[in-house]
């Protein structure tokens, strides 16, 4: 299984930026998980950002990105986004793509599979 994250870079603050997460593996179907993205800032622990319940009906946010991010999913092409809007210097992370089967996806050590990462870097 291979969660494939994309769309990271450099951004001025107030900018946007389209996270995707692609999911791959001979019979890896993202229908059956909830989506979540986590990120990373240097020197920081890892922390949830926002997650998708399989079917896109139910959804999450930190407090520190709700408003401003959008997740949603495809699952016809086992694909995740995460769309960041106003973004701030406070969002420059390591991005990371989780799925877990558990319906709460708040919780980072209930992910099983991981991507592995796509850098965010906001300016100011």
């Known amino acids: 299984v291979q969660l494939q994250a994309s769309g990271g870079g450099l951004v001025q603050a107030g900018g946007s930026l389209r996270l995707s997460c692609a999911a791959s593996?001979?019979?890896?179907?993202?229908?059956?998980?909830?989506m979540g993205w986590f990120r990373q800032a240097p020197g920081k622990e890892r922390e949830f950002v926002t997650a998708i319940n399989w079917n896109g009906g139910s959804t999450s946010y930190a407090d520190s990105v709700r408003g401003r991010f959008t997740i949603s999913r495809d699952n016809a092409k086992n694909t995740v986004y995460l769309q960041m809007n106003g973004l701030k210097p406070e969002d420059t992370a390591v991005y990371y793509c989780?799925?877990?089967?558990?319906?709460?996806?708040?919780?980072?050590?209930?992910?099983?599979?991981w991507g592995q990462g796509t850098l965010v870097t906001v300016s100011s």
């Open positions: 989780a799925a877990t089967r558990s319906r709460d996806g708040t919780i980072a050590t209930s992910y099983d599979y």
């Open positions: 593996g001979r019979t890896f179907s993202i229908v059956w998980y909830t």
